[in-house]
């Protein structure tokens, strides 16, 4: 661990002037061989602590930069659009899935304690040791994509934190530059929203303490349509024994999909596990949520052009009687 013990050293190369690519490629390189120190296997607590913060160090003063260019309208970086000061999507395309089973490396959170709120939410976390008790994530957007529902959520819903779960890195990081760049060009909003890369099916209670989530969202995941890749689906009977654990009694899980056996599959997942119950036709209605699950993403605005049909399940978290 020796080698990697100087956090310090990682600050002072990020510091020291450079430019933003050389930076990034820094920083890149640096995640790349911690990626390498098998976290699972190490008994020093005091080594995986250092690794985390280390990593959230370069993480923090990258972000930092970041916000800067986008403040100064940087005309040379050709992933911003010059004319809305975001992200050019383009720039960051990647592979429709990935495979959740594979072997991935990134930061995990020890436990939900250990999530870095100041980091993801600076304006209601000015400092680590700012974090309240009292205020927590309560929606999850699993599989964010591109970010397009929870941009619609925030406003919808300024007081509430909110985080995107996505798997692919490229798909993550123009989230984050997305976001931040809201967040200059509004001043006073989109605060509340942040995205993490993670692997949802397998580190949801690294993130969320039980009963802290009063909404998660899976939309248009996957559907691994060959039957030996069903264990693959973010919906199965395992996975949901984990969301009810999280979400609070009275939440709600969104789930939509544009494959009918898929949805099929999710309803039926959620159909017969005895700690949900599905919303009626009425609460539906009233639910300004739900008319976002077909129109807020980049895959259901695809559905729509192409006049697809759409399987929502939508269904509450029981609350259990004394």
Known sequence: MKSYSRSSFCTQQLMSGRSYDHTAHFAIKYMFLAAHINISKLHNKNAITLLAETT??????????????????????????????????????????????????????????????????????????????????????????????????????????????????????????????LRVSNPGQYQNVSVVRTNSMKYIPNYFEKSQLSKMFFLFPDPHFKEKNHRRRVISPFLLDEYAYVIKPGG???????????????????????????????????????????????????????????????YRRIVLKD
């Open 252 to 314: 709600i899980i969104y789930t939509i999909t544009d494959v009918e056996e898929l949805g099929e599959w999710m309803k039926t997942c959620l159909e017969n596990h005895p700690m949900f119950e599905s919303l009626t036709e009425e609460q539906l209605e009233a639910d300004p949520v739900v008319k976002l699950l077909s129109c807020a993403t980049e895959e259901g605005q695809k559905v729509s052009r192409n006049e697809g049909q759409t399987f929502k399940a939508v």
């Open 56 to 181: 959230s160090e370069v993480t923090s003063v990258l972000s930092m930069q970041l916000e800067e260019k986008v403040a100064l309208g940087d005309e040379s970086n050709p992933c911003i659009s010059k004319s809305t000061r975001l992200p050019r999507k383009r720039f960051y395309r990647a592979r429709a899935h990935s495979n959740p089973l594979s072997d991935s490396h990134f930061p995990v959170p020890i436990s939900p304690q250990h999530v870095e709120y100041s980091l993801h939410y600076p304006h209601f976390f000015p400092t680590p040791d700012s974090c309240s008790s009292t205020k927590k994530i309560e929606f999850a957007d699993v599989g964010c994509g591109f970010g397009g529902l929870l941009i619609s959520l925030a406003t919808l819903f300024p007081d509430t934190l909110m985080i995107g779960m996505e798997l692919r890195d490229k798909v993550t990081e123009y989230v984050k530059e997305r976001i931040l760049a």
